[in-house]
């Protein structure tokens, strides 16, 4: 898709896609896209900016911690 985040200045990382970014987003999609590519575009921006602020708010978790949570709900699912 090639939406380069390294221009992006730093209040980007706030939850809020502006207007800018969408518009540049919906932009470089090719010109046969469809609403699917544009909508998923724009998700896919947004999660990313999600995860950059999250991160920088040092809202993380190790890989052990992952393999942790992701062995518990296996294990509620198989309890059902």
């Given at each position: ?30 010109d046969d896209a469809t609403l699917d590519d544009a909508f ?15 991160a920088a708010e040092g809202q993380t978790m190790t890989q ?17």
């Amino acid at each position: 898709m090639g939406f380069d985040l390294k221009h992006l200045p730093e209040r980007a990382m706030s939850p809020i896609i502006t207007k800018a970014q969408i518009v540049r987003a919906v932009s470089e999609l090719p010109d046969d896209a469809t609403l699917d590519d544009a909508f998923e575009r724009l998700f896919v921006l947004h999660k990313i900016e999600r995860g950059l602020r999250e991160a920088a708010e040092g809202q993380t978790m190790t890989q052990d911690e992952v393999q942790a949570y992701f062995r518990k709900r296996r294990a509620s699912w198989t309890q059902e």
